[in-house]
C-alpha cells in the first residue's frame, strides 16, 4: 500500500510541477468572477434597489440601462453615475473586474452580454477619460 501511495504522490507532484510549468503559476488575485464581484461591492445597493439602484434580475429596471450599450454603460458606472460612487465604492476594482460584476447583473436581468474584447476594453477606457472630463 505504501509503495502505492509513493508512487501516486510523486506522480500528482509531477502532474503539478509539468501543469506550472505549461500554463504558469495561476493568480487567483484577479480571477475572481462577476458573482463573487458583484456579492462583496454591488449587492448592497443592487440587492434592495438602494437610492434607485436597479435591482438585480429587474428586466425594466435595467432594460434601459442594457440598451445604451455594454461601453456606456460600463464606462459611466466605472467613473461614478447619478447617486453611484465611482466602481460601486470599491477603488480598486479594476476596468476588467468592474465589467465582470456589471456583465453578471445584466446577465441576470435580461441582458446577454459577453467579457470585453481588448478592443472594447479601449473603447470603455476612451469613454471613461471623456466621462472624466465632462465631470472635472
Known amino acids: 500500500m505504501r509503495i502505492w501511495l509513493n508512487i501516486f504522490l510523486k506522480s500528482f507532484a509531477s ?14 488575485a484577479d480571477e475572481k468572477s ?4 458583484y456579492k462583496e461591492v454591488c449587492s ?8 434607485n439602484a436597479p435591482k438585480l434580475g429587474d ?5 434601459k ?6 461601453v456606456i454603460i460600463t464606462a459611466h458606472g466605472y467613473v461614478g453615475v447619478r447617486a453611484m460612487p465611482p466602481r ?7 476596468v476588467e473586474q ?6 453578471y447583473m445584466v446577465n441576470k436581468s435580461g441582458g446577454n452580454w459577453i467579457s ?10 476612451k469613454e471613461i477619460s471623456i466621462r472624466k472630463k465632462n465631470i472635472d
Open 15 to 28: 502532474i503539478c510541477m509539468l501543469s506550472v510549468f505549461i500554463f504558469g503559476i495561476p493568480s487567483f
Open 34 to 37: 462577476g458573482a463573487h464581484i
Open 44 to 51: 448592497a445597493c443592487h440587492e434592495k434597489g438602494v437610492v
Open 59 to 63: 428586466q425594466t429596471a435595467w432594460g
Open 65 to 70: 440601462l442594457i440598451s445604451e450599450g455594454q
Open 88 to 94: 460601486g465604492g470599491k477603488e480598486d476594482l479594476s
Open 98 to 103: 468592474f465589467s465582470k460584476a456589471l456583465n
Open 116 to 125: 470585453p474584447s481588448k478592443s472594447m476594453l479601449e473603447e470603455i477606457n
